[in-house]
């Protein structure tokens, strides 16, 4: 079974999100903020994070960097799931390490193709 991180500062969305993934064979653990998710990436790396943009504490972007700079034996695959779809922040997420980039709200069929080109299903 696969494993899943969803970062995300909503409740709502990461709800959501479990539902999708669990529904695609995805094991999920959840954190609220960039910071939470690094702690639980030194724990056990995931296959894949689903990456909210605006958090508090740390945001998106700076997880993902510091994320790419640590040398951990595995990365995962990281998916942005942002309202935040204009060119400069979609460049802004690959130059910091995303695989793939997803508009929110996003529904399963949406999420799994991503999933797909990302490599991960
Ligand atoms: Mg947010």
Redesign the pocket.
């Known amino acids: 079974m696969k494993s899943c991180l969803v970062v995300?500062?909503?409740k709502v969305?990461r709800k959501v999100a479990r539902h999708i993934l669990e529904g695609l064979d995805f094991t999920v653990r959840e954190a609220g903020d960039g910071r939470e998710a690094l702690a639980c990436c030194e724990e056990t790396m995931p296959d894949l994070v689903l990456l909210?943009?605006?958090?508090p504490i740390m945001g998106g972007i700076e997880f993902l960097r510091t994320l790419r700079q640590r040398s951990f034996a595995t990365q995962p695959k990281v998916v942005f799931c942002?309202t935040e779809t204009d060119a400069a922040h979609i460049r802004a997420a690959i130059d910091a390490g995303a695989n793939e980039y997803l508009m929110k709200p996003f529904d399963r069929e949406t999420l799994e193709i991503k999933l797909e080109i990302a490599g991960v299903m």
């Open positions: 995300d500062d909503s969305i909210d943009w605006n958090m942002t």
